[in-house]
């Protein structure tokens, strides 16, 4: 039973505008959660992450948002450029930190020119 | 600059033969852990390392060992490789507020 989920396995964006990457989980446990980026061939990297005690965080083009009713997170990328284009994971811990972390299965974002 | 680096980044091998895959950090971090990435299934953890010599199953165990006899090390082995054990790997350590992911092996049994 996958505890994170990220339902689109792909999204295509126009340079410039907002992407929007979705996640929803199941633990009412998790209480840190972090998004991954990862280009062909390489390991991911990190972007951004979250704590339950908070409902945003922001950092440059990236912010997340938590709805801990609805168990659900979601990265908005504005602008978003071609750069950009890359498998996006989003993760979660029960641990208060970025141990035991719990991958959903990705969403590939194509920003297009 | 921080580290972790998996050797090697491609493998062929066939079945039955032991392979060790390395990797080595260097943030001096306690926890280490081997991921595996298959299509559709995202990133799923094999085994984890809390601290020198306490490692512990993680979702997908099954195949594989690892150790831990230095900090900086945690090797994943294979004694008798299967070809559902073909897939792209991942060595993480991991920080308290981020984990650090090695390049990958793409690993293929045959």
């Known amino acids: 039973d996958q505890q994170v989920k990220q339902n689109s396995p792909s999204l295509s964006v126009q340079e410039g505008r907002i992407s929007i990457l979705n996640c929803d989980y199941t633990?009412?446990?998790?209480?840190?959660f972090l998004w991954y980026k990862k280009y062909p061939a390489e390991g991911p990297t990190f972007l951004i992450s979250?704590?339950?005690?908070?409902d945003k965080n922001e950092d440059g083009r990236f912010t997340v948002f938590l709805n801990k009713s609805a168990k659900h997170l979601s990265l908005h990328i504005v602008p978003s450029q071609p750069g950009d284009s890359a498998v996006y994971f989003c993760?979660?811990?029960?641990?208060?930190?970025?141990?035991?972390?719990?991958f959903g299965s990705g969403t590939q974002l194509t920003v297009l020119p | 600059e921080a580290q972790v680096t998996q050797n090697p980044r491609y493998l062929i091998t066939v079945t039955g033969k032991k392979l060790t895959v390395t990797c080595s950090q260097n943030?001096?971090?306690?926890?280490m852990s081997w991921y595996r990435q298959d299509p559709g299934l995202g990133l799923r953890q094999i085994y984890y390392?809390?601290?020198?010599?306490?490692?512990d199953k993680g979702d997908v165990p099954e195949g594989y060992k690892v150790s831990r006899k230095e900090k900086r090390n945690f090797p994943l082995i294979l004694e008798s490789p299967s070809p559902n054990q073909t897939s792209l790997y991942f060595c993480?350590?991991?920080?308290?507020?981020?984990?650090?992911f090695g390049q990958g092996t793409r690993l293929t049994v045959v």
């Open positions: 993760a979660a811990s029960s641990s208060g930190s970025a141990r035991q972390l719990t």
């Open positions: 943030m001096n971090h306690e926890y």
């Open positions: 390392s809390m601290n020198v010599e306490v490692t």
């Open positions: 979250i704590s339950s005690i908070k």
């Open positions: 633990n009412s446990m998790f209480d840190y």
């Open positions: 993480a350590s991991h920080g308290g507020t981020e984990a650090f």
